[in-house]
Nanobody, 125 residues
Framework: QVQLVESGGGLVQAGDSLRLSCAASGLSISWFAMAWFRQAPGKEREFVAAISRGGGSTYYADSVVGRFTISRDNAKNTMYLQMNSLRPEDTAIYYC??????????????????WGQGTQVTVSS
């Protein structure tokens, strides 16, 4: 069965860095645009970053531009999110997702077809 599994979350101090990974099984991610979303307690899930099938195009939420970098290694069937200069407001559960219908980069949650269970990122001040 298709599965996306996030890892790499943890508790860090403001200004620190983390790298999240999303490992896929049951499908080859090379055919799909992918994205990261996050959800803080009591808030709705929000878009973070997206990446095209080959990794040549990326798209970021304004809140993370210059701090986060999305990437992928299709040979390893894995997507990554490098997070630098972390802030307390980055605290959330981070989810990876795949869009099976289009290679156009977008932030529309409803258009992503597969989701992982999330990994917790907590940034202390």
């Amino acid at each position: 069965q298709v599965q996306l599994v996030e890892s790499g979350g943890g508790l860090v101090q403001a200004g620190d860095s983390l790298r999240l990974s999303c490992a896929a099984s049951g499908l080859s991610i090379s055919w799909f645009a992918m994205a990261w979303f996050r959800q803080a307690p009591g808030k709705e899930r929000e878009f973070v970053a997206a990446i095209s099938r080959g990794g040549g195009s990326t798209y970021y939420a304004d809140s993370v531009v210059g701090r986060f970098t999305i990437s992928r290694d299709n040979a390893k069937n894995t997507m990554y999110l490098q997070m630098n200069s972390l802030r307390p407001e980055d605290t959330a559960i981070y989810y990876c997702s795949a869009d099976t219908s289009s290679n156009n980069l977008h932030s529309s949650l409803r258009r992503y077809d597969y989701w992982g269970q999330g990994t917790q990122v907590t940034v202390s001040s």
